[in-house]
């Protein structure tokens, strides 16, 4: 990448609840993005998201500090059930949200033609990442920005963002999120309950672990075995991508994807020299401490990349998922 100097990106940082968007906002995002309880949102878990109360108060917190709240409605309607989509729109229009993302093209329509002054943002979940399929979204419903798939190298989205009429935002740290975003169904396969249409992965209900006469642990999503632990292992918590499997070929292996979380700090100004104009943090689910720590080391470096400096980035590491981090397919597609 050439040395051009940097624009300065906007850091977008995770609110699961009212407490850890505060968190954020108090430890440095220029943006945060939270959903509504419900199925309206891909986060649709037990004590996280926002009441329509809570969502206005977070606003006016958001706005006295000089930053942007941007409401996800970003699951998928079923047929004939758009009424609480449509009122989460209206909902986060009454609130004051800086950008609706949705994911679903029925509700890209719906905003874009009820809502013409609320700025649209296209999720991930959306699945878009070639210029075709960005530009219709552009061109039809006026879509501002677009959140790449962790799929695409760093001159990959350079080549994107040359030819596209929108701002580009890219996830730098989190999940490392390769099932083909937007449109995974291995929860869905197991449990009933859908990523993509009820906001939920490997729901708490299905979740439960047990241990053997030997102090072995052994995770469950509803019937299925997902992983095995030993003593002195830590069980994680039960998805399918994560889990290990035995075949005729090979034993006790992470057949998708292993636990291990993205990590771009040192890719960054090659991001924003691709033309990234938002830099997105995973981790709604995450605790108020996570989410201190991690934006607050962002933040931290991002202004030690703008101000031409090496930022020290030493402290991520621990915070990744089993201490093992990655740059995924930014870096390269041989990454695995």
Known sequence: ???????????????????????????????VYCGFQGPTNARNFPGLNFTFDEMQQAADYVHDHNAKILTAINSFPPAGKTDLWKQSVEHAATCGADAVIVADIGMADYVSAQYPDLRLHLSVQAGACSPEAIRYYCK????????????????????????????????????????????CSLSAYVTGKSTNMDGVCSPAEYVHYEKDSSGNMKSLLGDYTVDCFSCSENAGYPTICKGRYNCSVKQNYYAFEEPVSLNLTRLLPDLIRAGVTALKIEGR????????????????????????????????????????????????????
């Not at 850890?20 to 108090?26: E, F």
């Not at 677009?146 to 994107?160: G, H």
């Open 1 to 31: 990448m050439s040395k051009e100097p940097l624009c300065a990106p906007e850091l977008v940082c995770p609110a699961g609840t009212p407490a850890g968007l505060r968190t954020a906002i108090d430890a440095g995002a220029d943006a």
């Open 140 to 183: 039809e419903f006026g879509v501002k920005r677009v959140v790449l798939p962790r799929i695409l190298t760093v001159a990959e989205i350079k080549a994107v963002h040359d030819v596209i009429p929108c701002e580009i935002e890219a996830f730098i740290f989190g999940n490392i999120g390769l099932m083909a975003e937007g449109r």
């Open 285 to 336: 689910q995450r605790s108020r401490a996570y989410i201190r720590d991690v934006v607050s080391s962002f933040r931290q470096a991002v202004d030690a990349y703008m101000a031409g400096e090496e930022p020290d980035i030493s402290g991520l590491l621990a915070l990744t998922e089993g201490q093992k981090e990655t740059q995924g397919a930014f870096a390269g597609k041989s990454w695995r």
